[in-house]
């Protein structure tokens, strides 16, 4: 039985960049407005973070803004972010802290996944083994050095595992070295996939388009993990949710209001 309670979809800022990031061969010129989410889920044993979006101060701050943004990823503008969707905000309009997260789970470590563990820097972070390496090298310039060098609780995976009942990780690597998705069983509806960057737009799913950008240039990879969600989705009747897609982040439930 499902211990998930309540799943909570959280804008953490926007992204506006050339399609072509999105959609491997697809949309070059073509400007896009992508949500940049994390997702709350209220579980009855603690509270997990999936994914936490940017880091504010790099953003914020212009000397930082400068050092990241400027010289650290060629080719990604800088996000924007407010002050009101930086996750101790989201957090305090349903009376918690920070300190009530107990897990975070990462899809993969790029800068607008992982860069918001600085918020939340005493729950558990669980991170493919795979992703970890590839961040340290680093793999390609959407890792950031300053985004998880902190002393984190690293909780170091590589196979497919129940976080707990109704919370499974699927590994769908191609995008990056080691991303995992989650499968997340509701209570009263549909079981949900998150894809993270596995599928950034629906567009990736319907089409079976690879992301723009693929660990090693491992197409063929993000191709088998985007079919191996879809599949996972038929097997378990699940919605997949696209990550990046502000047309599909519209159909979600606004937050406060929650998924359950």
Same mark, same amino acid.
């Given at each position: 039985?499902?211990?998930?309670?309540?799943?909570?979809?959280?804008?953490?800022?926007?992204?506006?960049?050339?399609?072509?990031?999105?959609?491997?061969?697809?949309?070059?010129?073509?400007?896009?407005?992508?949500?940049?989410?994390?997702?709350?889920?209220?579980?009855?044993?603690?509270?997990?973070?999936?994914?936490?979006?940017?880091?504010?101060?790099?953003?914020?701050?212009?000397?930082?803004?400068?050092?990241?943004?400027?010289?650290?990823?060629?080719?990604?503008?800088?996000?924007?972010?407010?002050?009101?969707?930086?996750?101790?905000?989201?957090?305090?309009?349903?009376?918690?802290?920070?300190?009530?997260?107990?897990?975070?789970?990462?899809?993969?470590?790029?800068?607008?996944?992982?860069?918001?563990?600085?918020?939340?820097? +005493? !729950? #558990?972070?669980?991170?493919?083994? *795979?992703?970890?390496?590839?961040?340290?090298?680093?793999?390609?310039?959407? %890792?950031? @050095?300053?985004?998880?060098?902190?002393?984190?609780?690293?909780?170091?995976?590589?196979?497919?595992?129940?976080?707990?009942?109704?919370?499974?990780?699927?590994?769908?690597?191609?995008?990056?070295?080691?991303?995992?998705?989650?499968?997340?069983?509701?209570?009263?509806?549909?079981?949900?996939?998150?894809?993270?960057?596995?599928?950034?737009?629906?567009?990736?799913?319907?089409?079976?388009?690879?992301?723009?950008?693929?660990?090693?240039?491992?197409?063929?990879?993000?191709?088998?993990?985007?079919?191996?969600?879809?599949?996972?989705?038929?097997?378990? +009747? !699940? #919605?997949?949710?696209?990550?990046? *897609?502000?047309?599909?982040?519209?159909?979600?439930?606004?937050?406060?209001? %929650?998924? @359950?």
């Amino acid at each position: 039985m499902t211990q998930v309670l309540k799943l909570w979809p959280l804008l953490t800022g926007t992204h506006r960049y050339d399609k072509s990031l999105s959609t491997r061969g697809r949309g070059a010129g073509e400007l896009i407005d992508a949500p940049i989410l994390a997702y709350l889920i209220e579980t009855r044993q603690g509270r997990v973070l999936f994914d936490v979006g940017c880091d504010y101060h790099k953003i914020a701050n212009p000397a930082q803004r400068a050092r990241w943004y400027g010289e650290g990823a060629e080719g990604f503008p800088p996000p924007t972010m407010t002050e009101e969707q930086r996750l101790p905000a989201h957090f305090a309009r349903l009376g918690l802290t920070p300190a009530d997260i107990d897990v975070v789970f990462l899809s993969h470590l790029h800068f607008d996944h992982a860069g918001g563990l600085c918020e939340v820097c +005493g !729950a #558990e972070v669980h991170v493919h083994a *795979d992703e970890l390496a590839a961040a340290c090298e680093p793999a390609d310039s959407a %890792y950031f @050095a300053g985004d998880f060098a902190g002393g984190y609780r690293w909780k170091v995976q590589r196979a497919e595992y129940e976080l707990l009942p109704g919370l499974r990780a699927i590994n769908t690597p191609g995008h990056t070295a080691g991303h995992m998705s989650l499968l997340v069983e509701l209570p009263d509806s549909a079981p949900v996939i998150l894809a993270g960057d596995a599928a950034d737009l629906c567009e990736n799913l319907v089409d079976e388009i690879a992301p723009g950008l693929c660990w090693q240039d491992r197409e063929d990879l993000a191709l088998e993990s985007i079919r191996k969600l879809k599949a996972q989705a038929r097997e378990t +009747g !699940a #919605e997949l949710w696209p990550n990046h *897609d502000i047309a599909f982040w519209q159909t979600l439930k606004r937050f406060p209001e %929650y998924h @359950a």
